[in-house]
Each structure stands twice: as structure tokens, then as C-alpha cells.
């Protein structure tokens, strides 16, 4: 007797990607970019601490297209991570677990990063930051 060909358990093709799935991934994920900024921090602190030559430096590595995608990037992480993270904690206390209401909170976090990250770099960019 001849067993079809199929995947043992279910796997990608077999799901459509819905913003929970989005949420719970890029959850995860900006933890991973906090982090890596937060070494980033690090060495931006030790650099203002070894003198004015290393802060020079660092500052014209943060200031360059790169340091500033990064920078942007790490804001919008930041801004998500907060966001989803206070939509996790109002699920703590069993509220907002039902469908609607779920995808509801998942584009509220998702649309409410884009406009925190939007915020923030107006005001570094039209001359109210560095």
C-alpha cells in the first residue's frame, strides 16, 4: 500500500500568515536588535569614557548613513517591543483574548510603533535632538 507524500506534521505552506504570527515573531526578534543596541550603548559609554578622540569616533560612526539606519531601526524596535509588551501584559490579566479583540491589540502595536518611531525622529530630525 502506497503512503502519499506529505509533510509528517504541519508545517508552513499548510498555515497563512496572520499579524498574530507576525506579532509573536517580531516580538522575539526585537529583543534580539535591543540587545545588540544595548552593546552598541555599551561600547558608545566606554568610548565617552576612554576620551575625546574613541567618543569622536563613535559619534562619526553613529552619525554616518549606516549608524543612522541602525539607530532608526533600533528606535522602531524599541517603540515595538514597548507596545507589544504592554499589550502582553494587559493579556496577563485575561483581557483582550478574544479573535477580534486579539488582532485588534496586534495592529494596534504594530501601527502604534510606526507612529512613536515617526514622533521620535521628527523631533531628532527638525533639530529638537543630536
Known amino acids: 500500500m502506497a503512503t502519499p507524500q506529505r509533510p509528517l506534521s504541519p508545517h508552513l505552506q499548510v498555515y497563512r500568515w496572520q499579524i498574530q504570527m507576525v506579532t509573536s515573531i517580531l516580538h522575539r526578534a526585537t529583543g534580539i536588535v535591543l540587545a545588540a543596541g544595548a552593546l552598541l550603548i555599551t561600547a558608545g559609554l566606554l568610548a565617552l569614557m576612554i576620551g575625546p578622540e574613541a567618543w ?11 549608524g543612522q539606519l541602525f539607530l532608526f531601526g533600533w528606535t522602531w524596535a524599541f517603540a515595538y517591543h514597548l507596545c507589544n509588551g504592554i499589550r502582553h501584559i494587559v493579556q496577563d490579566f485575561a483581557i483582550g483574548y478574544g479573535i477580534a479583540t486579539f488582532v485588534r491589540s496586534s495592529w494596534l502595536s504594530v501601527i502604534g510603533s510606526l507612529v512613536i518611531t515617526a514622533l521620535v525622529w521628527a523631533y531628532v530630525l527638525l533639530g529638537g535632538g543630536a
Do not use: K, P, Q, R
Open 56 to 66: 569622536n569616533c563613535f559619534v562619526s560612526l553613529a552619525g554616518a548613513w549606516y
